[in-house]
């Protein structure tokens, strides 16, 4: 069974930052990318990160240089360190992986709410 559940959303102001994690089943986390992704108000969702098995990582243009996207594969844990945030960062934030099948699966999200 795959899960995946966010935490570590919340408000921070400009210029702060925050980790979120992304605790995963273990059938998930055999999967080769896991990812980060987020959706604000009347936008679509858009990808901000993504994580391969070997550790290559992929991040939006928008967010290089201030986000980093890491793996833990023994908790089975995937993290996204924020920093420098700006009030354009503020969305739901959404794990996600795809298995060999290209279903995807996502997390419930966590928001992020990054004031001016």
């Known amino acids: 069974q795959v899960q995946l559940v966010e935490s570590g959303g919340g408000l921070v102001q400009?210029?702060?930052s925050l980790r979120l994690s992304c605790a995963a089943s273990e059938t998930?986390?055999?999967f080769n990318v896991m990812g980060w992704y987020r959706q604000a108000p009347g936008k679509r969702r858009e990808l901000?990160?993504?994580i391969?098995?070997?550790g290559s990582t992929n991040y939006a243009d928008s967010v290089k240089?201030?986000?980093t996207i890491s793996r833990d594969n023994i908790k089975n844990t995937l993290?996204?360190?924020m920093n420098s945030l700006k009030p354009e960062d503020t969305a739901v934030y959404y794990c996600s992986t795809t298995n060999l099948w290209g279903v995807d699966y996502w997390g419930q999200g966590t928001q992020v709410t990054v004031s001016s």
Do not use: H
């Open 14 to 16: 400009t210029g702060g």
């Open 28 to 30: 998930a986390f055999t």
């Open 48 to 50: 901000v990160a993504t």
């Open 79 to 81: 993290y996204l360190q």
């Open 52 to 54: 391969r098995r070997s």
């Open 65 to 67: 240089g201030r986000f």
